[in-house]
């Protein structure tokens, strides 16, 4: 069973810092590109960035190019999402998604003075 | 950016009945490796996404077989045969072909 825990959102004021983790098991982490995906409130999904199985490509939409990091440690099947610059519109729900297509409960981001 | 149009935005069905739903991208989903990675996922009120169709037609582990999905290149389908109470809610189609992955705008399936 493909199990995905993600964690590490919070309440963050504008221009703040967070680091979103996520947890897999129950698939071959190291053969999957990875990527993180949000949700805001009510609204339709959006890919936010993607990384090779091996690490070696990162990818980012254009509204976190440059805020965001993604990485990767496939001998402890993690991934993560190094977020700066916080704006009130990154407020999301954020999911890891192996393929894009696979999908845990998320974690909670609000960006909020 | 592969751009994904999904059509209708709603669709009211009665329960029994079958619903069917498009989704075209802007360009061919067709892989260098061979696979074409179109994928349907289905997302109820307050839940997460959950995977229903994957590669364009394969239905994904405990996915029940009223859901089919079809098509080729740069036009699929999804068909849900009968529909079913636990049926309403957003499908989305996503290209994960080629980076920035990209989904479709969700059509909400609801019951008339």
């Known amino acids: 069973e493909v199990v995905l825990l993600e964690s590490g959102g919070d309440l963050i004021q504008p221009g703040g810092s967070l680091r979103l983790s996520c947890e897999a098991s129950?698939?071959?982490?190291?053969?999957?590109?990875m990527s993180w995906v949000r949700q805001a409130p009510g609204k339709g999904l959006e890919w936010v960035s993607g990384i090779n199985p091996g690490g070696e490509g990162t990818y980012y939409a254009d509204s976190v190019e440059g805020r965001f990091t993604i990485s990767r440690d496939n001998s402890e099947n993690k991934v993560y999402l190094q977020m700066t610059s916080l704006r009130v519109d990154d407020s999301a729900m954020y999911y890891c998604?192996?393929?894009?297509?696979?999908w845990g409960q998320g974690t909670l981001v609000t960006v909020s003075s | 950016d592969i751009v994904m149009t999904q059509t209708p935005l709603s669709s009211p069905v009665t329960l029994g009945q079958p619903a069917s739903m498009s989704c075209r991208s802007s360009?061919?989903?067709?892989?260098?490796?061979?696979?074409?990675?179109l994928s349907w996922l289905h997302q109820r009120p307050g839940q997460s996404p959950r995977l229903l169709i994957f590669e364009i037609s394969k239905r994904f582990s405990g996915v029940p077989d009223r859901f089919t999905g079809s098509g080729a290149g740069t036009d699929f389908t999804l068909k849900i045969s009968r529909v079913e109470a636990e049926d309403v809610g957003i499908y989305y189609c996503i290209q994960g072909t080629q980076f920035p992955y990209t989904f479709g705008q969700g059509t909400n399936l609801e019951i008339k």
């Open positions: 129950g698939f071959t982490f190291a053969r999957f590109a």
């Open positions: 998604a192996p393929g894009g297509i696979l």
């Open positions: 360009q061919s989903l067709v892989h260098s490796d061979g696979n074409t990675y």
